[in-house]
């Protein structure tokens, strides 16, 4: 089975509807993460959580909102969809880094998302 | 701020060697890294180096780092059409309690 998770892995919705997607992680990992994807624009972070009670803006957190209702579980809603968010949605965990440690990442399959 | 620059294409035959590079601006990352992307998956670490040293070698894999030119390089030796896909390279951010920050990525094209 796969270490993390995310439902759907398509949608196709309109400009204004609500969407949300889900990430499951079987990792054990205290930090998760949600990143969009868009051609020549490379990985930008949208939101990032380092346990459940701590949740912090990325680089692109307007439009977005998100939710970790476990250590295990962190979805990314999206409350009024425009077609500027059409994009595919990756969701990543990882270990809380010693000093010094290797900054591993693994990432999900992603969720191609697009609003017409 | 910080950032990390790569070209976004790299076209080359079987057989060849490919060397995607990047520059990066914080030379405080401890490490830097390579991620993978394959089609229809999401990213995986390939590789890293520490940032005291200037070479890593792994079976086909090859990094060079110039801290001085704050450069970075990864080299595939003999690419396979299996190593078509897009290379991410990645350090860690200063802020952000150590985020990692992406290039935009190299999208590598094998040809047979």
């Known amino acids: 089975d796969a270490d993390v998770t995310q439902t759907p892995r398509n949608r196709i919705t309109k400009t204004g509807k609500r969407i949300m997607l889900e990430c499951s992680q079987t990792k054990g990992h205290d930090r998760m993460y949600w990143y969009r994807q868009d051609p020549g624009l490379g990985l930008r972070l949208i939101y990032y959580s380092f346990d459940v009670k701590d949740i912090n803006k990325g680089e692109i957190s307007d439009g977005y909102s998100v939710s970790r209702q476990a250590q295990a579980k962190f979805s990314l809603s999206l409350e009024s969809a425009i077609p500027n968010q059409t994009a595919l949605y990756f969701c990543?965990?990882?270990?809380?880094?010693?000093?010094?440690?290797?900054?591993?990442?693994?990432f999900g399959p992603g969720t191609r998302l697009t609003v017409l | 701020g910080e950032d990390v620059e790569q070209s976004l294409f790299l076209s080359v035959r079987e057989g060849d060697s490919s060397v995607i590079n990047c520059t990066y601006t914080d030379s405080s990352s401890t490490y830097l890294y390579w991620y993978k992307q394959e089609p229809g998956a999401g990213l995986q670490l390939l590789t890293y180096?520490?940032?005291?040293?200037d070479m890593k070698q792994d079976q086909r894999l090859t990094v060079l780092l110039n801290k001085k030119d704050k450069h970075l390089s990864l080299r595939i030796a003999d690419t396979q059409t299996g190593d078509s896909a897009i290379y991410f390279c990645?350090?860690?951010?200063?802020?952000?309690?150590?985020?990692?920050?992406f290039g935009k990525g190299t999208k590598l094209s094998v040809k047979p």
């Open positions: 990645a350090e860690t951010s200063r802020g952000s309690q150590g985020n990692l920050i």
């Open positions: 180096i520490f940032s005291n040293m």
């Open positions: 990543a965990t990882s270990d809380t880094p010693g000093t010094g440690s290797v900054r591993e990442q693994f």
